[in-house]
């Protein structure tokens, strides 16, 4: 009995450890498997951190590439905007117009160099206007730039050394630099404030302005040196016309000067205003072609003589036509005697197919030729003029620019005679307005 009741005993005793190792086992396995769960978890947590981090990259990444694509566009903007200059003038409004949209900069100078001088350009926002001397404070910034040829970056609380700016310059900060010409500076552009730092990318941008720029004046200046090449030109021909024929003296100069105001009324292109105006001083520069003795003759024109005098305008536009920038001026002068009913020469051209400035010049040249005295007819009045200039509207000449022609002459007339003209009415034909001159 005692026997069964010790093995009773020790069955159990065996049992409890049995209980307590399989207890022990659960425990550690929990422990191993709250272990895993927790390195998951942190793996998880650093892996949607890494994720976050790679996201507000791309984000970075994409707004800075979105920003570089609107700075490039604005930069190609720019440029292009400067070189359309040009042609509309104000390169130095553009370029710090081009500047300051490109860099977001708030306000700025464009500061130019012109014989030792100092002179401001353009400005905008700033106490300064185009004509004016820069302040002591801008004058340094420039003479920096202009010497070491290279940007300048500045705070407010930190300006260069040596500069202090007045009172109402206090800009919380500034970006200059050069624009190059050839390999040397001739003007700075001047950034100033935007809405936070200016940045590496904006000084770049700059400099690439600046030098665009440089190519931009420097072909504003070649651009009119060859329009004072060409209105010397033109004053040449225009001279030569004079000594061939002298009852041409001053005439082509008034036609001129009819033609430009008839244009204008019309409200023609400046290009075609252009056309009008030099086609009218030179339409009958094809003359130094013809003998002296035709054109001065007393009496009627035979046949063959009329025929060389219609040689002319053939004879003017091949001369013309051999000036770059003046073909459309030479077609015009080819074409100043066609009539609007088709009867005119050297083509029979007819109404619409006349080319505009030709049109004017027909009207314009018939008027003051009837008020000039000739080898072979007497002067008409101003009034006897008109009158057969209406009367032969609808035939030889544009009905409707007879009548524009009649009011340019009418308020030209007014206005040279109290003065308000007295330039143009003593302008050659190398003192026309720019806007008129030879585009290249």
Same mark, same amino acid.
């Given at each position: 009995m005692e026997k069964r009741q010790a093995n009773g005993a020790h069955a159990e005793k065996r049992h409890g450890r049995h209980a307590t190792d399989d207890t022990d086992h659960g425990l550690a396995a929990l422990r /191993?498997?709250?272990a895993a769960y927790t390195r998951q978890r942190e793996e998880l947590l650093e892996e949607r951190?890494? %994720?976050a981090q790679l996201e507000r990259e791309v984000r970075t990444l994409a707004e800075r590439s979105a920003a570089e694509a609107r700075r490039s566009a604005a930069l190609l903007a720019s440029v292009q905007a400067m070189h359309r200059a040009l042609f509309s003038g104000g390169t130095a409004e &553009?370029?710090? #117009?081009?500047?300051?949209d490109i860099t977001e900069a708030e306000r700025g100078y464009y500061v130019a160099e012109e014989r030792g001088l100092l002179h401001v350009r353009a400005a905008v926002d700033v106490p300064a206007s185009p004509g004016d001397r820069p302040t002591p404070f801008i004058a340094g910034i420039t003479e920096r730039v202009l010497a070491s040829g290279e940007a300048l970056h500045w705070l407010e609380d930190a300006p260069p050394e040596g500069l202090t700016p007045a009172e109402d310059e206090q800009f919380r900060e500034g970006v200059a630099v050069p624009v190059t010409i050839r390999g040397g500076s001739c003007a700075v552009i001047i950034a100033?404030? #935007?809405?936070? #730092?200016? &940045? /590496?990318?904006? %000084?770049?941008n700059l400099l690439n302005v600046g030098s665009e720029a440089g190519v931009a004046v420097e072909n504003a200046r070649l651009r009119a040196d060859l329009q004072r090449v060409y209105t010397a030109t033109i004053a040449m021909l225009a001279d030569t016309v004079s000594a061939?024929?002298?009852y041409t003296q001053g005439h082509c100069e008034q036609v001129s000067r009819y033609a430009r105001v008839a244009a204008a009324s019309l409200e023609l292109s400046p290009e075609d205003q252009r056309v009008a105006c030099y086609a009218a001083l030179l339409h009958d520069v094809g003359k130094i072609g013809v003998s002296d003795g035709v054109l001065n003759k007393p009496g009627p024109l035979i046949a063959e003589e009329r025929k060389l005098v219609e040689a002319h305008v053939r004879i003017g536009h091949d001369l %013309?036509?051999?000036i770059p920038a003046l073909t459309d001026v030479a077609t015009a002068i080819l074409h100043h005697h066609e009539w609007w009913d088709g009867t005119g020469y050297p083509e029979g051209l007819a109404g619409d197919d006349i080319p505009v400035a030709s049109r004017i010049v027909a009207v314009v040249d018939a008027y003051c030729a009837m008020l000039d005295k000739r080898s072979y007819k007497e002067s008409s009045t101003a009034a006897e003029a008109r009158a057969e200039l209406r009367r032969c509207a609808g035939t030889q000449f544009d009905p409707a620019i007879v009548e524009v022609v009649l009011e340019a002459i009418e308020r030209t007339d007014a206005e040279e005679a109290s003065g308000l003209r007295h330039d143009q009415a003593q302008a050659g034909c190398g003192l026309?307005?720019?806007m008129l001159l030879p585009r290249s």
């Open positions: /191993e498997a709250a951190a890494h %994720v &553009h370029v710090l #117009r081009a500047s300051l100033l404030d #935007r809405d936070g #730092r200016f &940045h /590496e990318e904006d %000084v770049s061939k024929d002298p %013309v036509a051999g026309l307005p720019d």
